[in-house]
């Protein structure tokens, strides 16, 4: 037994030239899937001297190392956007301009790993983070409050601010605080009143000790959902948009910059206001399309988001705009 092992271990050796023991390590590790240990044992080498065998091929073009071009476009977008914006974590998907459901489920997925036990999560609203909220991970963490940032709205959409918090507490076996009060009312005065309630004043209280946050920006387009959810007019939106609105985040209009612009609706209005996601140790946007490309940037410049979640060609068409 002891020399047929001998034998084993000397088997690629005699009589070989250097380029045909590059290429038959390089053989075994590639094709054969051995690792760098096997191959060590059959050719009677050190691991070391394996990994030298590995390198050389490499260097003498014996092998060419070659990525998917797709995916290592999307890893190259990554990093990109995180250099240009100053974010943690880009997660590209592939797909179109259309590709919502790839983007839902790429925030679903990676989600769950962003949260621990004792975190208070603001959940935003529309249909991009409820379809996230469908297709969540299953994953029970100890002690996570999930709170909706947003106040309700009288909306043709299944997506409802309700909705979305609740159905992300319900995957994550979270304890759940929504808010008992529509989005916008008819005066500031009738605002005011309900603001002194002792349920909304425990709300504010909550949203004031968020630690992560989950939304989405809507565009300036008359087609948003802020317009036709009923949040804002259309005489509402030019005039925000006259103001330079370029997005929408949590119901508020954003410049260019991220600045909370405060117009005419704010007084009216229950809920976060986009100052309030500054510093949270996970913000993460879930956003796609080339309409809301101006508002994502604006998000990001802003300083609401550490964690991007899109497809392909909005990221690489918001690495396309200047800064």
Request: proline letters at 4%.
């Amino acid at each position: 037994m002891g020399q047929e092992k001998k034998k084993a271990r000397r088997r690629y050796r005699p009589d070989e030239s250097v380029e045909d023991t590059l290429l038959r390590a390089a053989w075994l590790y590639y094709y054969e899937n051995q690792n760098q240990n096997e191959i060590a044992e059959a050719f009677g080498v050190s691991r070391a001297t394996v990994v030298n065998y590995l390198q050389q091929a490499r260097e003498r073009g014996l092998v060419e190392i070659r990525l998917d071009p797709a995916a290592f476009n999307r890893q190259r977008i990554s990093v990109e956007l995180c250099r240009k914006y100053g974010l943690q974590e880009a997660v590209v998907v592939p797909g179109t301009q259309v590709s919502l459901p790839g983007v839902a489920i790429g925030a679903a997925r990676r989600l769950p790993d962003l949260l621990s036990p004792g975190d208070v999560v603001g959940v935003a609203w529309g249909m991009t983070i409820f379809s996230l909220s469908e297709k969540l991970t299953r994953r029970t963490i100890d002690n996570v409050t999930i709170v909706q940032m947003v106040g309700s709205m009288a909306s043709p959409y299944v997506f409802a601010a309700e909705s979305c918090s609740t159905n992300i507490a319900r995957r994550l076996g979270a304890r759940v605080a929504n808010f008992y009060a529509p989005a916008v009312l008819s005066s500031a005065q009738a605002a005011d009143i309900l603001m002194q309630e002792p349920i909304i004043r425990t709300q504010f209280e909550l949203l004031n000790k968020i630690n992560k946050a989950v939304f989405a920006v809507g565009s300036c387009e008359m087609d948003s959902h802020v317009v036709q959810s009923g949040i804002a007019s259309p005489a509402d939106l030019e005039t925000y948009k006259a103001r330079g609105a370029v997005g929408v985040v949590c119901g508020r209009f954003i410049d260019a910059a991220g600045a909370h612009i405060v117009g005419p609706l704010d007084e009216r209005m229950i809920g976060i206001t986009p100052d309030a996601l500054r510093g949270l140790s996970v913000g993460m946007l879930v956003s796609n399309g080339f309409d809301k490309v101006a508002g994502m940037q604006a998000a990001m410049l802003g300083g609401y988001v550490t964690h991007l979640v899109t497809d392909a060609p909005t990221a690489q068409a918001l690495l396309n705009l200047d800064t």
